[in-house]
């Protein structure tokens, strides 16, 4: 039913389009335009779908608790709580739909009628409404058209709007998950000390796992220390880097400043490649081959590896980096001034004398700023971590045990059973505001160091 | 004197041909001055005589060109050591985006020329006087030479490419990008440098090269027109091309 009334609006819409557009065209005939004949086709569109889509997306979002409330009104005498007076309505939204399987009471079966009854009233008001919406709105519209009034400032205002909505919902939904992770950390740390938190050095959540009460209190102040994690998190981020860097920068300038045409054209699209390849295909890579080699090699040196190690993990992460940085540096080097070069070479420069000393310095502020967006990746990066380098929360400087990082132990956290009042559980989402304010904190600093380096060499 | 002489130049770019044919006599020690409407060749030539027609890939050079009796066009020929005694300044100042010091210490630097910090003091503080700069300057050497005015910037790059002592420069319209003051200080420059090195300058402004040029070549499709004393060019060229060029009956 919905799904009609939209296609049926958005038909209409289009119709609208046309025959605003010719109206101008007869209107043409008679008097000037306004504006070009599409605005007025825009106009009529315009109001034909905006009112309509309003205030059907408006009766949509509130319909449901209407209704859930008249259902409800008739159990407000039996003293239910919340959770109870949740359930039955669930069930009487079963039973209306045909797949209860539960005992039907009469008053269920009462419910359930009236619900469906309830149901069809509110269907049959929405299209009314909005067959009225339709009809208002366009009148009106049209009357305007035929006065040939001025068309482009309203569509113009109109298209404002609608951008302004949409990048209002990026911001409100990002809001919204900065503040839906601040307050459940918040009511973590209610039951967690920060202090304890932040400089605890062991973390072990699973054993402050209770079936009944609360759990001990000396349990939950050594259970979730996250130095391990954020040590690890960074260790591993280290190593990809290490890997990454160098491959990346080297490659890039190779790209932009030796290779010819030819190579260019193949090299870099098969280096992008590396930055198509799913993360979870990197994990079972590390896991399955690079895990087992690092091992072997290890054994073979007389050196004792664990089969998951922080150093198979970050080498892989640093490769599926490594097309961030060369790609990204390859660009920066590329948009270096030719009259640069030029100035060099005729002071009898070579290549890599010019690549050094003119080239890389000018390039510096973005390279830097790709290097700190490539650690914002390595930091926040999961699945390679999660396969390739354990789960065991380790603190650890040794490139050859397993580690764990944040994000790894939030999918360990949210994986399987869970009680959301739990601080197991809500540890993810303190973890989750960590490793964000985290990466806010590299971007920031990124974007400072580009913004100083730029002053300087521009 | 001949300091530069070049025979039956062609140049290709790709399979369109830039130059067609060019002998000249370049004389030492004196300024010489190109002149032509855009796109005639002017600048392809002077980019033969330091071979920065190398780093465009597509282009092919034919034909001989000799400094000193020194074989420019050959594959043999040291580039690096070709540019130190050809310097180069282009069209848009082009400073590099380091400090003034660094900028005129560059050539020294990559060619090894000062042996102590003193010795790079030096050369710095001469070349920077040669042009014309170091009163404007030397109270703030550590900073960056892009923040310099377009006058003073392009002022640097002359001092740049004096640095390392090259016995030719090449000027491809200096002046193109500045005011009428800063070019009134460049072409002084030229003048007072003229005793010293060899001076081969583009220019649109044939103003500028009947002013500071003792030779001029005029330039058209790629062929060398007319090549001669720059009074006699000015004043009474033998070809009609010259003359209607000159006169301003076209480009």
């Given at each position: 039913m919905?799904?009609?009334?939209?296609?049926?609006?958005?038909?209409?819409?289009?119709?609208?389009?046309?025959?605003?557009?010719?109206?101008?065209?007869?209107?043409?005939?008679?008097?000037?335009?306004?504006?070009?004949?599409?605005?007025?086709?825009?106009?009529?569109?315009?109001?034909?779908?905006?009112?309509a889509?309003?205030?059907?997306?408006?009766?949509?979002?509130?319909?449901?608790?209407?209704?859930?409330?008249?259902?409800?009104?008739?159990?407000?005498?039996?003293?239910?709580?919340?959770?109870?007076?949740?359930?039955?309505?669930?069930?009487?939204?079963?039973?209306?739909?045909?797949?209860?399987?539960?005992?039907?009471?009469?008053?269920?079966?009462?419910?359930?009628?009236?619900?469906?009854?309830?149901?069809?009233?509110?269907?049959?008001?929405?299209?009314?409404?909005?067959?009225a919406?339709?009809?208002?709105?366009?009148?009106?519209?049209?009357?305007?058209?035929?006065?040939?009034?001025?068309?482009?400032?309203?569509?113009?205002?109109?298209?404002?709007?609608?951008?302004?909505?949409?990048?209002?919902?990026?911001?409100?939904?990002?809001?919204?998950?900065?503040?839906?992770?601040?307050?459940?950390?918040?009511?973590?740390?209610?039951?967690?000390?920060?202090?304890?938190?932040?400089?605890?050095?062991?973390?072990?959540?699973?054993?402050?796992?209770?079936?009944?009460?609360q759990?001990?209190?000396?349990?939950?102040?050594?259970?979730?220390?996250?130095?391990?994690?954020?040590?690890?998190?960074?260790?591993i981020?280290?190593?990809?880097?290490?890997?990454?860097?160098?491959?990346?920068?080297?490659?890039?300038?190779?790209?932009?400043?030796?290779?010819?045409r030819?190579?260019?054209?193949?090299?870099?699209?098969?280096?992008?490649?590396?930055?198509?390849?799913?993360?979870?295909?990197?994990?079972?890579?590390a896991?399955?081959?690079v895990?087992?080699?690092?091992?072997?090699?290890?054994?073979?040196?007389?050196?004792?590896?664990?089969?998951?190690?922080?150093?198979?993990?970050?080498?892989?992460?640093?490769?599926?980096?490594?097309?961030?940085?060369?790609?990204?540096?390859?660009?920066?080097?590329?948009?270096?001034?030719?009259?640069?070069?030029?100035?060099?070479y005729?002071?009898?420069?070579?290549?890599?004398?010019?690549?050094?000393?003119?080239?890389?310095?000018?390039?510096?502020?973005?390279?830097?700023?790709?290097?700190?967006?490539?650690?914002?990746?390595?930091?926040?990066?999961?699945?390679?971590?999660v396969?390739?380098?354990?789960?065991?929360?380790?603190?650890?400087?040794?490139?050859?045990?397993?580690?764990?990082t944040?994000?790894?132990?939030?999918?360990?956290?949210?994986?399987?059973?869970?009680?959301?009042?739990?601080?197991?559980?809500?540890?993810?989402?303190?973890?989750?505001?960590?490793?964000?304010?985290?990466?806010?904190?590299?971007?920031?600093?990124?974007?400072?160091?580009?913004?100083k380096?730029?002053?300087?060499?521009? | 004197?001949?300091?530069?002489?070049?025979?039956?130049?062609?140049?290709?770019?790709?399979?369109?041909?830039?130059?067609?044919?060019?002998?000249?006599?370049?004389?030492?020690?004196?300024?010489?001055?190109?002149?032509?409407?855009?796109?005639?060749?002017?600048?392809?030539?002077?980019?033969?005589?330091?071979?920065?027609?190398d780093?465009?890939?597509?282009?092919?050079?034919?034909?001989?060109?000799?400094?000193?009796?020194?074989?420019?066009?050959?594959?043999?020929?040291?580039?690096?050591?070709?540019?130190?005694?050809?310097?180069?300044?282009?069209?848009?100042?082009?400073?590099?985006?380091?400090?003034?010091?660094?900028?005129?210490?560059?050539?020294?630097?990559?060619?090894?020329?000062?042996?102590?910090?003193?010795?790079?003091?030096?050369?710095?503080?001469?070349?920077?006087?040669?042009?014309a700069?170091?009163?404007?300057?030397?109270?703030?050497?550590?900073?960056i030479?892009?923040g310099?005015?377009?006058?003073?910037?392009?002022?640097?790059?002359?001092?740049?490419?004096?640095?390392?002592?090259?016995?030719?420069?090449?000027?491809?319209?200096?002046?193109?990008?500045l005011?009428?003051?800063?070019?009134?200080?460049?072409?002084?420059?030229?003048?007072d440098?003229?005793?010293?090195?060899?001076?081969?300058?583009?220019?649109?402004?044939?103003?500028?090269?009947?002013?500071?040029?003792?030779?001029?070549?005029?330039?058209?499709?790629?062929?060398?027109?007319?090549?001669?004393?720059?009074?006699?060019?000015?004043k009474?060229?033998?070809?009609?091309?010259?003359?209607?060029?000159?006169?301003?009956?076209?480009?």
């Amino acid at each position: 039913m919905n799904l009609i009334l939209v296609t049926f609006i958005i038909l209409l819409a289009f119709t609208s389009y046309y025959f605003g557009r010719k109206k101008a065209l007869v209107i043409q005939s008679s008097q000037r335009l306004t504006a070009l004949p599409k605005f007025y086709g825009y106009y009529l569109a315009a109001w034909c779908a905006a009112p309509a889509l309003i205030i059907f997306a408006l009766w949509s979002v509130f319909e449901p608790s209407i209704v859930k409330t008249f259902i409800l009104q008739d159990y407000t005498d039996q003293n239910l709580t919340k959770n109870e007076l949740q359930l039955i309505y669930t069930k009487v939204k079963a039973l209306a739909a045909g797949t209860y399987t539960g005992n039907i009471t009469n008053f269920l079966d009462e419910s359930a009628n009236k619900y469906i009854q309830l149901k069809g009233i509110a269907n049959s008001a929405k299209v009314a409404i909005i067959l009225a919406i339709l009809i208002f709105s366009l009148s009106f519209a049209y009357r305007s058209v035929q006065k040939n009034d001025r068309m482009r400032e309203p569509v113009e205002i109109f298209l404002k709007w609608v951008l302004f909505v949409a990048s209002l919902g990026a911001v409100l939904v990002t809001i919204g998950i900065v503040f839906s992770l601040l307050f459940e950390a918040i009511r973590f740390f209610q039951a967690v000390k920060i202090f304890d938190f932040i400089f605890g050095t062991h973390w072990y959540p699973a054993k402050t796992f209770v079936r009944d009460g609360q759990p001990d209190p000396e349990l939950m102040k050594d259970a979730f220390g996250a130095v391990p994690l954020f040590a690890g998190t960074f260790f591993i981020a280290f190593i990809a880097m290490c890997v990454a860097i160098p491959i990346g920068l080297l490659s890039g300038i190779y790209l932009s400043e030796y290779a010819g045409r030819g190579v260019r054209k193949y090299a870099k699209p098969i280096i992008e490649i590396l930055a198509g390849i799913p993360t979870v295909v990197y994990g079972f890579f590390a896991a399955l081959t690079v895990g087992p080699f690092v091992k072997e090699i290890g054994n073979a040196m007389g050196l004792e590896v664990s089969a998951e190690s922080a150093l198979a993990a970050g080498a892989v992460m640093g490769v599926m980096i490594i097309p961030f940085i060369s790609s990204l540096s390859d660009d920066v080097i590329t948009a270096v001034p030719q009259n640069l070069r030029d100035g060099s070479y005729a002071m009898g420069a070579t290549k890599s004398e010019t690549v050094k000393k003119v080239i890389f310095p000018a390039a510096l502020p973005g390279i830097v700023g790709s290097i700190l967006l490539a650690v914002s990746r390595a930091v926040g990066e999961t699945m390679i971590v999660v396969m390739a380098s354990g789960l065991a929360a380790n603190l650890t400087m040794n490139p050859l045990e397993s580690t764990s990082t944040i994000t790894a132990q939030i999918v360990v956290i949210l994986i399987g059973d869970q009680q959301f009042g739990d601080p197991k559980t809500q540890s993810a989402f303190a973890l989750g505001i960590s490793l964000f304010i985290v990466t806010l904190f590299l971007n920031v600093i990124a974007l400072s160091v580009v913004k100083k380096y730029r002053e300087k060499y521009e | 004197m001949s300091k530069i002489k070049a025979e039956n130049l062609n140049v290709y770019y790709g399979s369109k041909q830039a130059l067609f044919d060019v002998s000249i006599d370049i004389a030492e020690k004196e300024v010489t001055a190109l002149i032509g409407p855009s796109g005639c060749g002017k600048s392809t030539f002077l980019r033969c005589l330091n071979r920065m027609n190398d780093v465009i890939e597509i282009c092919r050079v034919e034909g001989s060109i000799k400094m000193d009796n020194l074989e420019l066009n050959s594959r043999k020929l040291d580039v690096v050591r070709l540019r130190e005694n050809v310097g180069m300044v282009f069209q848009k100042p082009n400073p590099f985006p380091k400090t003034i010091y660094e900028n005129v210490a560059y050539g020294p630097t990559i060619h090894g020329i000062a042996q102590s910090k003193e010795e790079m003091d030096q050369i710095v503080e001469k070349s920077l006087k040669k042009a014309a700069l170091w009163n404007e300057v030397k109270d703030r050497l550590d900073e960056i030479g892009t923040g310099l005015s377009g006058g003073q910037q392009q002022r640097l790059c002359i001092a740049r490419a004096i640095s390392v002592s090259p016995e030719v420069i090449l000027m491809d319209e200096p002046c193109s990008a500045l005011d009428p003051i800063a070019t009134a200080q460049i072409e002084e420059l030229i003048d007072d440098l003229k005793k010293e090195v060899t001076i081969v300058i583009v220019t649109h402004s044939m103003s500028q090269a009947a002013r500071v040029s003792q030779k001029t070549g005029f330039f058209h499709l790629g062929k060398l027109i007319e090549f001669g004393p720059t009074d006699k060019i000015f004043k009474n060229p033998d070809n009609q091309q010259t003359q209607d060029y000159i006169t301003g009956r076209f480009g």
